[in-house]
């Protein structure tokens, strides 16, 4: 990658944290150019507003999530499936232990402060959250395919609501200020429901 690209994902990562242990409103481009250690004008060349980066941002952390899910390791459609959970966990654990709290999900904080007041932003947010979904999808569908499910879970609709499940937790960990282990540990216990019995 070449210096240009270097200035680009340096402005990229430090708005990502920033976007994590603030909010979107609060970070200005004085604060990103700092962060970043690039001047206004390189934020600029690459981002002509600040919309433009939160979806860079986004993006960053879409392509982290399936990374993760893409690792998920095991040997059968069932550890595959708790992979989901560990991985998700794993993700905010690692935030956990940068910020010293769960700062939230980066697609649901977003979603919260822009969503209604972005058009752009937020239909790029549901890109991302399709993705992931989609992410999820496969993996259930791996489990349908091999007889792991329960009879009648609809992998889609499963998938669905790990999306959602996920989404609720850790708004509720980072409101409560529980610790990202309890993330991970509701996610295992609905995957279980799902899953016939004896199933590993």
Known sequence: MGRSGDTRERIV?????????????SVSVDDVCAAADVRKGSFYHFFPSKAELAKAVIDLHADALLERLAA????????????????????????????????????????????????????????AFARWEHGFAAICHQAEHEGVLREGVDPDRLAHSLLAHTQGRILLAKVGGLSATDIAATLHDLIDVHLREGAA
Do not use: M, W
């Open 13 to 25: 990562r430090a708005s990502a944290r920033l976007l994590l242990s603030g909010s979107y409103g």
């Open 72 to 127: 998920a390791s095991g040997d059968t459609a069932a550890k595959r499936l708790h992979g989901v959970a560990d991985a998700v966990g794993g993700i905010q654990a690692g935030f956990e232990a940068t910020y010293g709290r769960v700062v939230g999900c980066p697609f649901g904080n977003l979603a919260a402060e822009l969503s209604t007041v972005d058009d752009t932003v937020r239909d790029h947010l549901a890109s």
